[in-house]
């Protein structure tokens, strides 16, 4: 019954920025952690960031210093603003919550850095 809803993607240049939501609903328990992923054509689905519902937050190397992760736990809301963003960035982006062992994941929003 969790649903989660992506939006905010879309074509920006090369040293842009760009603000991703994902709204989670179908729950009244608070989620434990919510996170980013990303996928690029010919590529293995990969970690961007993720964050705990106490705020501590985990970013991958490429996009340590360029990409923010926080999260609104009363409107169970997980943001992601990047900054500098670089060709290599473009992908398809996927939000994932858990509650527990249990996981849901969004069906994600495109994402393309080009000139």
């Known amino acids: 019954q969790v649903q989660l809803v992506e939006s905010g993607g879309g074509l920006v240049q090369p040293g842009g920025s760009l603000r991703l939501s994902c709204v989670a609903s179908g729950t009244s328990f608070r989620f434990n952690t919510m996170g980013w992923y990303r996928q690029a054509p010919g590529k293995q689905r990969e970690l961007v960031a993720h964050i705990t519902s106490g705020g501590t937050t985990n970013y991958a190397d490429s996009v340590k210093g360029r990409f923010t992760i926080s999260r609104d736990n009363a409107k169970n809301t997980v943001y992601l603003e990047m900054s500098s963003l670089k060709p290599e960035d473009t992908a398809v982006y996927y939000c994932?919550?858990?509650?527990?062992?249990?996981?849901?994941w969004g069906q994600g929003t495109q994402v393309t850095v080009s000139s």
């Open positions: 994932k919550a858990t509650i527990g062992a249990r996981f849901w």
